[in-house]
Nanobody
Framework: QVQLVESGGGLVQAGGSLRLSCAAS????????MAWARQAPGKQRELVAF???????NYVDAVKGRFTISRDNAKNTVYLQMNSLKPEDTAVYYC?????????WGQGTQVTVSS
């Protein structure tokens, strides 16, 4: 089993920045892709960004140019740097790990962007 613990969420004004962190522990061997997803009230969870073990990165269009995903394999940690935040970025953000074909998700961290 993989344990994922997110941190770094909070309340920020529009235009501000936050950096989310996610530490993986437990059965972390064979983790391939790590990702961030978010779920706003009344909406489905959406994948925001992912990064593969080989360094392939992709973002949902809504965050391109504003968010940056990165990972530190030595620390088993993935990050999400979020700049130029907008009120529509308000959501619970979840960290995910694909190992090897099943997704494992953390408990989430709340991000609230005020206008």
């Amino acid at each position: 089993q993989v344990q994922l613990v997110e941190s770094g969420g909070g309340l920020v004004q529009a235009g501000g920045s936050l950096r989310l962190s996610c530490a993986a522990s437990g059965s972390i061997f064979n983790i391939n892709t790590m990702a961030w997803a978010r779920q706003a009230p009344g909406k489905q969870r959406e994948l925001v960004a992912f990064i593969s073990s080989g360094g392939t990165i992709n973002y949902v269009d809504a965050v391109k140019g504003r968010f940056t995903i990165s990972r530190d394999n030595a620390k088993n940690t993935v990050y999400l740097q979020m700049n130029s935040l907008k009120p529509e970025d308000t959501a619970v953000y979840y960290c995910g790990a694909l190992r090897p074909t099943d997704w494992h998700w953390g408990q989430g961290t709340q991000v609230t962007v005020s206008s």
